[in-house]
Structure formats: structure tokens, C-alpha cells
């Protein structure tokens, strides 16, 4: 199941799909654990509300077959065999919405098998023979006088559990409890109150049930089934939202120490199956972690450390699916890393060798989705490393070869929404490699090219925020175009049209600060051309128009970079005005009140560079109003001494 080959670690939620899955392990593991309970022990209470249908009925339930196999070792007669049925027929008795669901009987044979694989596997055979949905099995044993029994439990009739990108894997179907003493029913009740929770996708409840659980009895060493059903629950509980930032990180912060536990407890396991899908839930939760912003670079590391115990796993048992998946997970964490300004290189390097390790397993296995998806995060790595400086024209030029080869076999498999990413991703490698100096003539067109067909196919898709993601990436690259002279007017205005398209698509859709971006990108654009002399007092004003809307989005998320870059572009624009004679003094004044504020809020950020260059043309348009009448001497002096001040005298 390689869930995690198109991950990008942004969904969190698989909660009805998982229902499915956890009733028939909820219903499967009551039956060997309630054999311990007495009358004493307290029912579950169903759920307030069950679900009603259209016609205000509730729905009928689907019927669940559970048999209990012999235990092995259990000379009594079948006395546990026969034990956990009446406790768990008593048990249901008290819950009518259970006792509708299940059907309940002795089965009378026993699983057998050389190994635990292969009674699982012996398991689920005569379970698909009976059409059966769970079968109880295992062993009772005689520990120091004392009798205690060790139950397993298959849900035979395994529907397909789809699970989203970013979500974690599920509890295993064969679900082994530590050996308890059949004195101890209260640690069994609270184990059956907490599934129950977990069946009815009540993670609040859970969570409480499970941790009462574990406060009130010790499971010895052998408990790594139970810390993966807990850690499902706080996963869980932490997906589904609406909780405060503190609880939602706390919640996943739990999760994180049970995977860590259950990853401990199963890192004996003969197959490496259980400890595997520890590690990989542990990795893909702190990845979440890092997400929300709580020590990032640490809970990235954190994250790698984890997969790569998963890479020497799969190397020492052969498993290469599950290297597969962790070397995906693991190129991604590392150009995190990067981005974070991490070890940029040796980062990007590594990401490289992992993305490089799946794309060849790939194309060795002929597995033509993973290959092409490997081959477009390879492609990412490289274009990254470029952008560091490494090599910028091979590595782009590696990049662009990758992303070709993306395309191409997406393409070929139907994909239209890979396609098109991989199109958008190549318009922007091919972009880069201009702005090196490389046909930058050339390459940028083979960027708009790019750009366009991502942008029909998106268009096509109805993917209204791919769509503007692809016509702002054309805006930028029609500008860049006519910054080397190629038919500057003409690309000018085929830039503007991008970019508006772009900034209308945005508004719809909400979003301030990609919204906020594009509007700056068009203002640059009309300013260009109203600095041209084409149609100036038009496209100057436009460009004002474009920068004020900028900065209202921009201050209301408190960007403080993006709102003194406003209004330096503002003073720039006030100031092309003047220039131009359009009501010189007044512009003039206006160019200096942003340039001033400009200047002032470079100086909060510490940012000499932006505040030297608001000084340069703050100097200038103090020049400009001297030169225009309005108190020469003054203006005069004040521009010179704004001027030095711009080159650090």
C-alpha cells in the first residue's frame, strides 16, 4: 500500500473510513477479553443518538459472524473456548445495538501453524470458507499456578480501507493483547469501553478511556498492539480539529510517545510488519508536529531518524515496499530541511539519493505511477540544490530532464492533474535557468509554453487555485521575457492579462496572501510600462490602485516585509507621476510620505538594504520637488543629506 507516493502531508482525515475497520477488531477482540469480566463490571452505554434514515427509522445493522476457535493447550473441555462466549453473549445482552449485530458461536477447531504468520494466514482461511467476519483464537497457559489466557483476534472479511494521504497506518487486523490472568476483569471492561469508543469515532472519549486504562493496570512488555489502538486515538482526536493549538499539539504529542512505545515494544517482531508500521506512523507524526510549527527542524530530524531505522529494516528483511515508502518520506523531510536553510546542500544531496533509490526500484518493478512520481520529486531536489548555487545550470538542466520524463508518463497514464503539475513545475525550472543567463531568450518561452498547456489542463480540471497558480507563473515569466527585450510592450501586456486572471481566481477563492502577491506582481507590471511612457498617467495609477490593494492584505496579516515593499513601490509610483508632469509638487509629497514610511518600517525590520534603497529614492524625489519650485534650498538640502545617508556616509 503505497499510500505515501503522492503524500504531501496536508490531509489528516480517513475517520469513517476507518470505522469499518475498527468495528470488526472492536467486535472480534471483546469476545476473548470479556470471558474475564463478572457481573460486577459496568456495561458501555451505546451512543446518545443513533443515526436515522430519510424515512425516520433507524438503519438495520449489518450482521457480524464471530466464532471462537479452540484455544490451544486448553484441556478443560473447552472451558475458555466456551468461558469467553457466555461473558461475551452476558455482555452483550446489555447492549441491544450489539446484541442486533452479532452473530455468536463456538467454532470447533483449532488455528494452527508453525508460526505466528502462518496461523494468522490459517486463520483468515477458514474464515473466508465460513464467510466469516471474525475469528477468536490463541492459547491459554498455566503461569505460576495461575491460569491466564492469550487471545488473538482476525477480522476475516477485510473491506478495502482507503486511507488519504498524510493519514496513518491502522491498527494490524490480527490483534495480539498481552497474556492476563482471567482475575482481572476491570482491565478488560475498560479496554472494551475504550474500542467501543473507538468504533463510534468518539476519539475524545477514547482518549479518556484509554488512559484510564493504562493508569489502572500493567500490561508487562507485551503491549504494542494496545499503544498502537491508543495512539490511533490521539491521531485521531488530533485530526479531526476544532481543538486549541496547546491541545491539538498535545494530542499529537501522545500519539507520538505510543508510536514510539509501540515501535519499542515490536522491534523484536520476527517479519518487521509491526515494527515497520510504527516507525512509519512515528515518522509521518512528527512530520505533523513540525508542521504546526513546534520545533520544527528538530521534529523533522526526528522524523528522518525514524524512516532511516525503516531503510536498514527493510534492508536487513528484505522488505522493499516499506523502503520504498520510507525513502519517499525521507527525500521530502530532507528538502524540508533545506528549505529551512538546514545544511542546504547535504540535504538536498541526500533527498536526491533517496528520490533517486525509489525511481530506479520503480522502473525496475515497472511500476509506471511510482516511477513518474519519483521522477518529479527528483526533479524538485534538483531544481532546489540550483537555487543554492550548486552547480545551478547542471542541476536545473538535470531538474528539467526529470520533470520531461514526469510529464511524459503521466501523460501517458491519463494523469491530467499530475500532468499539469509536472508542466507547471518544468515552466519554472525553465524560468530559473534564464535568470542564470542560460538562452534566457529560449528558455523562457519554453517556461510560457509550460505554463500554458499546466494552465489549460488545470482550466480543463476546474482546479480554479491550480489555475491561478499556473496564469501568475506565465505573469512572471511574460515579464521576465520583456525584461531581455523581446517585445517588451507586447509581453508587458500579455503579463498584465496572466496576472489579473490570477488575482481574480484568488479573491474568489480567499486567498489574502497569494491574492496579496499577485496584486503586487501586476503593479510592477503597470508601473513598468507607465515608466516606459506607455500610456503613462493610466498605468501609473493602475499600479498605485494594484500596490494599495496589495498592502491592505498585507498589513491585515501583518506582513511586515510585504507593507514596506508596498510602499516603497508606491513612492516609486507617485514619484513616475511627477516625473512625467502629472501634477509634479503634489506627487512629489505623496512619493515622499510612502518613501518615509518606507524607511521607517525598513528600520523596525533591521533591513539596511531596503532602507538604503528607500533613502536613495526618498533623495530623489526631495530632488524632484526642489527642482519643481516648492522651497528649493531646503528640499535641495534635505535630498543631499538623504542621499548620503542611502550610501552609508
Same mark, same amino acid.
Given at each position: 500500500?503505497?499510500?505515501?507516493a503522492?503524500?504531501?502531508?496536508t490531509s489528516h482525515?480517513?475517520?469513517r473510513a476507518?470505522?469499518?475497520f475498527?468495528?470488526?477488531?472492536?467486535?472480534?477482540? *471483546?469476545?476473548?477479553?470479556?470471558?474475564?469480566?463478572?457481573?460486577?463490571?459496568?456495561?458501555?452505554?451505546?451512543?446518545?443518538d443513533e443515526?436515522?434514515?430519510?424515512?425516520g427509522?433507524?438503519?438495520?445493522?449489518?450482521?457480524?459472524?464471530i466464532r471462537?476457535?479452540?484455544f490451544?493447550?486448553?484441556?478443560e473441555?473447552?472451558s475458555?473456548?466456551?468461558g469467553i462466549?457466555?461473558?461475551?453473549?452476558?455482555y452483550v445482552?446489555?447492549?441491544?445495538r450489539l446484541k442486533?449485530?452479532?452473530g455468536?458461536?463456538a467454532l470447533?477447531?483449532?488455528i494452527?501453524?508453525?508460526?505466528?504468520?502462518?496461523?494468522?494466514?490459517?486463520?483468515?482461511?477458514?474464515?473466508?470458507?465460513?464467510?466469516?467476519?471474525v475469528?477468536?483464537?490463541?492459547e491459554?497457559a498455566?503461569?505460576?499456578?495461575?491460569q491466564?489466557f492469550?487471545p488473538r483476534v482476525?477480522?476475516?472479511k477485510?473491506?478495502?480501507?482507503? =486511507?488519504?494521504d498524510?493519514?496513518? =497506518?491502522?491498527?494490524?487486523?490480527t490483534?495480539?493483547?498481552?497474556?492476563q490472568?482471567?482475575t482481572?476483569?476491570?482491565?478488560?471492561?475498560?479496554?472494551?469501553?475504550?474500542?467501543?469508543?473507538?468504533?463510534d469515532g468518539?476519539?475524545?472519549?477514547?482518549?479518556?478511556q484509554?488512559?484510564e486504562? *493504562?493508569?489502572a493496570?500493567?500490561?508487562?512488555?507485551?503491549?504494542?498492539?494496545?499503544?498502537?489502538?491508543?495512539a490511533?486515538?490521539?491521531?485521531n482526536?488530533?485530526? *479531526?480539529g476544532?481543538?486549541?493549538?496547546?491541545?491539538?499539539s498535545?494530542?499529537?504529542?501522545?500519539a507520538?510517545g505510543l508510536?514510539?512505545?509501540e515501535?519499542?515494544?515490536?522491534?523484536?517482531?520476527?517479519?518487521?510488519?509491526?515494527?515497520?508500521?510504527?516507525l512509519?506512523?512515528?515518522?509521518?507524526?512528527?512530520?505533523e508536529?513540525?508542521n504546526?510549527?513546534?520545533?520544527?527542524?528538530?521534529n523533522?530530524r526526528?522524523?528522518i531518524?525514524a524512516l532511516?531505522?525503516?531503510?536498514r529494516?527493510g534492508?536487513?528483511?528484505?522488505n522493499?515496499?516499506?523502503?520504498?515508502m520510507?525513502?519517499?518520506?525521507?527525500?521530502?523531510n530532507y528538502?524540508?530541511?533545506?528549505q529551512r536553510?538546514?545544511?542546504?546542500?547535504?540535504?538536498?544531496?541526500?533527498s536526491?539519493?533517496?528520490?533517486?533509490?525509489?525511481?530506479?526500484?520503480?522502473k525496475e518493478?515497472?511500476?509506471g505511477v511510482?516511477?513518474?512520481?519519483?521522477q518529479g520529486?527528483?526533479?524538485?531536489?534538483?531544481?532546489?540544490l540550483?537555487?543554492?548555487g550548486v552547480?545551478p545550470?547542471?542541476?536545473?538542466?538535470?531538474a528539467?530532464?526529470a520533470?520531461?520524463?514526469?510529464?511524459?508518463l503521466?501523460?501517458?497514464q491519463?494523469?491530467v492533474?499530475?500532468?499539469?503539475?509536472m508542466q507547471?513545475?518544468?515552466?519554472?525550472s525553465?524560468?530559473?535557468?534564464?535568470?542564470w543567463?542560460v538562452?534566457?531568450e529560449?528558455?523562457?518561452?519554453?517556461?510560457i509554453?509550460?505554463?500554458q498547456?499546466?494552465a489549460?489542463l488545470?482550466?480543463?480540471?476546474?482546479?480554479?487555485?491550480g489555475?491561478a497558480?499556473?496564469?501568475?507563473?506565465?505573469?512572471l515569466?511574460?515579464?521576465?521575457?520583456s525584461?531581455?527585450?523581446?517585445?517588451p510592450?507586447?509581453?508587458l501586456?500579455?503579463?498584465?492579462?496572466?496576472?489579473?486572471?490570477?488575482?481574480?481566481?484568488?479573491?474568489?477563492?480567499?486567498d489574502g496572501?497569494?491574492?496579496a502577491?499577485?496584486?503586487n506582481?501586476?503593479?510592477?507590471?503597470y508601473?513598468?510600462l507607465? *515608466?516606459?511612457?506607455?500610456?503613462?498617467?493610466?498605468?501609473?495609477?493602475?499600479?498605485?490602485?494594484?500596490?494599495?490593494?496589495?498592502?491592505?492584505?498585507w498589513?491585515?496579516?501583518?506582513?511586515g516585509v510585504?507593507?514596506?515593499?508596498?510602499?516603497?513601490?508606491?513612492?516609486?509610483?507617485?514619484?513616475g507621476?511627477?516625473?512625467?508632469?502629472?501634477?509634479p509638487a503634489?506627487?512629489f509629497?505623496?512619493?515622499?510620505?510612502?518613501?518615509?514610511?518606507?524607511?521607517?518600517?525598513?528600520?523596525e525590520?533591521n533591513?539596511?538594504t531596503?532602507y538604503?534603497?528607500?533613502?536613495h529614492y526618498l533623495?530623489?524625489?526631495y530632488?524632484?520637488?526642489?527642482d519643481a519650485?516648492v522651497a528649493?534650498?531646503?528640499?535641495?538640502?534635505?535630498?543631499?543629506?538623504?542621499?548620503?545617508?542611502s550610501?552609508?556616509?
Open positions: 500500500m503505497n499510500k505515501y503522492n503524500r504531501t502531508f482525515y480517513a475517520l476507518g470505522f469499518s475498527l468495528l470488526g477488531i472492536l467486535l472480534a477482540i *471483546m469476545a476473548p477479553l470479556v470471558y474475564a469480566a463478572d457481573e460486577s463490571t459496568p456495561a458501555a452505554s451505546p451512543p446518545a443515526s436515522i434514515d430519510e424515512a427509522t433507524s438503519p438495520s445493522p449489518v450482521k457480524l459472524e471462537v476457535a479452540r490451544a493447550s486448553d484441556d473441555a473447552f475458555a473456548q466456551q462466549i457466555k461473558y461475551l453473549e452476558s445482552a446489555q447492549e441491544p442486533k449485530r452479532i455468536l458461536r470447533p477447531i483449532l494452527t501453524g508453525d508460526t505466528r504468520e502462518q496461523q494468522e494466514e490459517s486463520a483468515q482461511q477458514v474464515g473466508r470458507k465460513q464467510n466469516l467476519t475469528i477468536v483464537w490463541g491459554v498455566t503461569a505460576f499456578k495461575d491466564e492469550r482476525t477480522w476475516v477485510k473491506s478495502e480501507v482507503k =486511507i488519504p498524510g493519514q496513518i =497506518i491502522p491498527p494490524m487486523e490483534a495480539l493483547l498481552p497474556a490472568s482471567i482481572e476483569p476491570v482491565q478488560t471492561a475498560r479496554f472494551i469501553r475504550f474500542l467501543i469508543s473507538l468504533e468518539n476519539w475524545t472519549d477514547g482518549a479518556r484509554f488512559d486504562l *493504562m493508569s493496570a500493567s500490561f508487562g512488555p507485551n503491549a504494542g498492539d494496545l499503544y498502537s489502538y491508543g490511533y486515538a490521539y491521531y482526536l488530533y485530526a *479531526m476544532g481543538a486549541t493549538e496547546a491541545a491539538s498535545e494530542s499529537l504529542g501522545k507520538i508510536f514510539k512505545k515501535s519499542e515494544v515490536e522491534r523484536g517482531d520476527p517479519t518487521g510488519v509491526r515494527y515497520g508500521n510504527a512509519l506512523n512515528l515518522g509521518m507524526s512528527y512530520r508536529l513540525a504546526r510549527g513546534v520545533d520544527s527542524t528538530q523533522i526526528s522524523a531518524s532511516q531505522d525503516i531503510v529494516l534492508e536487513g528483511q528484505k522493499p515496499a516499506r523502503t520504498v520510507a525513502q519517499n518520506m525521507l527525500g521530502e528538502r524540508v530541511l533545506a536553510g538546514v545544511e542546504p546542500e547535504q540535504h538536498l544531496r541526500s536526491i539519493t533517496a528520490f533517486s533509490d525509489v525511481a530506479r526500484f520503480e518493478q515497472k511500476n511510482g516511477y513518474a512520481v519519483a520529486q527528483l526533479g524538485l531536489s534538483y531544481h532546489a540550483s537555487g543554492w552547480a545550470e547542471e542541476n536545473l538542466k538535470l528539467i530532464a520533470l520531461q520524463e514526469a510529464a511524459k503521466t501523460k501517458e491519463k494523469n492533474a499530475g500532468t499539469a503539475k507547471n513545475d518544468l515552466g519554472r525553465y524560468k530559473a535557468l534564464s535568470e543567463g538562452t534566457p529560449e528558455n523562457l518561452k519554453l517556461s509554453a509550460a505554463f498547456e499546466a489549460r488545470r482550466l480543463e480540471q476546474k482546479d480554479g487555485v489555475h497558480e499556473s496564469q501568475n507563473d506565465l505573469g515569466s511574460y515579464q521576465a521575457l525584461q531581455w527585450g523581446v517585445t510592450e507586447e509581453n501586456k500579455l503579463s498584465i492579462a496572466a496576472f489579473q486572471e490570477a488575482a481574480r481566481l484568488r479573491l474568489e477563492q480567499k496572501a497569494d491574492y502577491n499577485t496584486e506582481n501586476l503593479g510592477q507590471v508601473q513598468t507607465g *515608466m516606459k511612457g506607455i500610456e503613462t498617467e493610466q498605468n501609473l495609477q493602475s499600479s498605485i490602485l494594484a500596490f494599495q490593494e496589495a498592502g491592505r492584505f498589513k491585515e496579516q501583518q506582513n510585504g507593507v514596506a515593499n508596498v510602499q516603497n513601490s508606491l513612492g516609486l509610483s507617485y514619484q507621476l511627477a516625473r512625467y508632469g502629472i501634477v503634489e506627487n509629497k505623496r512619493s515622499i510620505d510612502f518613501l518615509e514610511e518606507a524607511a521607517r518600517l525598513w528600520t525590520q533591513n539596511k531596503g538604503a534603497m528607500a533613502q533623495g530623489v524625489s530632488r524632484g520637488l526642489a519650485g528649493p534650498e531646503e528640499n535641495g538640502k534635505r535630498a543631499d543629506q538623504v542621499m548620503k545617508e550610501s552609508g556616509q
